[in-house]
RNA sequence: GGUUCCUUGGCCGAGUGGCUAGGCGGCGGUCUGCAAAACCGUAUACGGCGGUUCGAAUCCGCCAGGAACCUCCA
């Protein structure tokens, strides 16, 4: 099969056919979520694009480890907040609650939100308390290369020094010049030889309740240093492909770049991935700008902004429906509209299992199969794969209708196909509730009010034919009329 | 201010130097007791101004508007 995939390299600036570094197998590492509160719209783009990747990755053979991790220390809190302690102990002191409490708190959550997206768990998912010690071993080896320095218990990484050999802000298209110019003096950094040096340790201050024992200070790693760690200790010095959102190539990455290349001379992945935002009205979403909606909220419908509850498949769908390097904007409009395609979608792949097989077919089923793989192939462009889907969902419709034909043999590729297609690769799923001993009376209550309707029908007393169908309807159950009797589904 | 990028029909969103993206919505038709669903058909487009070209929405320039990054951020 011709199953060359070709994505689009951060590092080059240009699409590359996609080659692992040892053949048949793959090394991913994408950035994960600091768990320090909800996740948010905005956090579920990386998590599902990267999952549709993991998932094509392993559909074309390659066994993959896919390591996402769960930042649970570090990432400074701003300068506004003067202590520079970390994001996790200051939310643990409004809610007065421990630190991995709170930590152990959005963790479930997240991991919930990503069972009900159908996100796949990555292969490991290490987090960054549980490597402490490593990070300490890596700081010790970037001082001993000469590319940190140590200043009041705190250890920076020299980066003046390190572009002196390598280019410090090759993936986000930068030189040092650019960045002196253009890097903030921040209060608090006295301690640094230059604005644009990172923390690779960080002394606590004495309010800090996340901290640990070390040779320079109490105090807490550098908020870029456990990628480096974990990446480099699961997946090697050198591995496949690194993702994460495009905000976080500078400095997340860029740094992460540093620090690997100090400490090995070499950068820790050969290509770099990073997904677009999401926007609401035209603006990135993001908790700091307050425009989040949380995934929970979509699912349960509230928030002010929202006019109805939406789906987890819905939102999935949504996600994949734009390409992964594009914005999506976020709206009401916007995601209806995703739940009626969807809805159309899933619809086609269970009338798929009822159609009837003719000795020839009309309809051209490598055709299709070849467009769509074309589409993931070239860059992951799950937006045209999804558009050939539904041309997919028309030749069903249309067998079904008796417009088209199929053979049985072209239908079980078919099948075959949109099988894996939809739910292997998109990650789709059925979100019909489960069969309960309510939903057995309900559907037992709904089958005999529409077998009334039926009688009613053939009595041609359409009033109370009709009269049945509106006012189910009003309560959410759809009908359909069929040859022989009725089909029906809740909205 | 610096770097990078975007601007497509009512909405969301692909894409290519000449040939229908797709979804949702609209309109007309088929089917139906009427609907719904489905099917068939159909309309609405490439921010503005120049340039290159036989031909540009697609390449170049300028202008306008917007975004991301430069600071925690998916």
Same mark, same amino acid.
């Given at each position: ?49 990267? +999952? ?95 590319? #940190?320095?140590? #200043? ?44 644009? +040096? ?122 994949? !429906? #734009? ?12 995601? !209806? ?36 793989? #074309? ?59 489960? +069969? ?56």
């Amino acid at each position: 099969m011709e199953n060359q995939l070709i994505i689009y390299n951060t590092l080059s600036r240009e699409k590359e056919v996609f080659k692992p570094l040892v053949e048949g197998k793959v090394g991913l590492y994408v950035c994960g979520p600091t768990v320090y509160s909800n996740s948010h719209l905005g956090h579920a783009r990386p998590f599902i694009f990267f +999952d549709l990747l993991y998932r094509y990755l392993m559909f074309l053979g390659y066994k993959v480890r896919y390591v996402r991790n769960i930042t649970d220390v570090g990432h400074l809190e701003n300068e506004a907040d003067e202590s520079g302690e970390d994001k996790i102990s200051k939310k643990a002191r409004v809610e007065q609650l421990e630190p991995m409490e709170v930590v152990q708190k959005y963790m479930n959550t997240f991991h919930q939100n990503m069972t009900q997206l159908n996100v796949l768990p990555p292969s490991i998912e290490p987090r960054a308390s549980g490597h402490i010690i490593e990070q300490l071993e890596f700081i010790d080896s970037i001082l001993e290369k000469g590319y #940190a320095y140590e #200043a009041n218990g705190s250890v920076y990484f020299d980066v003046e020094k390190y572009n002196g050999e390598y280019h410090y802000g090759k993936l986000s298209g930068r030189d040092l010049e650019n960045i002196k110019t253009n890097t903030r003096r921040l209060e608090g950094q006295e301690e640094k030889k230059n604005a644009f +040096d990172f923390a690779l340790w960080k002394k606590a201050s004495p309010s800090h309740i996340m901290r640990w024992p070390s040779k320079w200070s109490n105090g807490f790693p550098g908020w870029h240093l456990e990628c480096s760690v974990m990446s480099a200790k699961y997946l090697g010095d050198v591995f496949d492909i690194h993702g994460g959102g495009m905000d976080l190539a500078f400095p997340h990455h860029e740094c992460e770049i540093a620090q690997a290349t100090a400490k090995k001379g070499k950068g820790p992945a050969r290509y770099w991935m990073h997904n677009n935002m999401i926007t609401i009205n035209g603006q990135k979403m993001a908790r700091s700008l307050g425009n989040f909606i949380t995934l929970d909220e979509l699912f349960t419908g509230e928030h002010a902004i929202l006019e109805k509850a939406y789906s987890p498949m819905t939102i999935r769908f949504f996600v994949l !429906q #734009a390409h992964y390097r594009s914005t999506i904007d976020f709206s009401n409009e916007a995601l !209806q509209a995703s739940e009626k395609g969807l809805e159309r979608l899933m619809t086609a792949v269970e009338t798929l299992e009822k159609l009837p097989v003719a000795s020839e077919s009309t309809v051209d089923v490598s055709a299709l199969k070849e467009k769509c793989f #074309a589409a993931l192939n070239d860059d992951l462009n799950s937006p045209i794969a999804i558009a050939n889907l539904f041309e997919g969902v028309k030749m069903i419709n249309s067998v079904k209708t008796g417009h088209e034909k199929i053979s049985a043999k072209d239908l079980e590729e078919l099948k075959g196909f949109i099988h894996t297609m939809v739910f292997d690769i998109l990650g789709l799923k059925e979100e019909q509730p489960a +069969d309960s001993e309510e939903n057995k009376i309900l559907s037992g209550t709904i089958d005999l009010l529409l077998n009334v309707r039926m009688e009613a029908k053939k009595n041609k007393d359409w009033a109370t034919a009709d009269k049945i169908r509106d006012e189910l309807n009003a309560l959410g159950v759809e009908i359909k009329d069929t040859k022989d009797g009725f089909e029906w589904s809740l909205r």
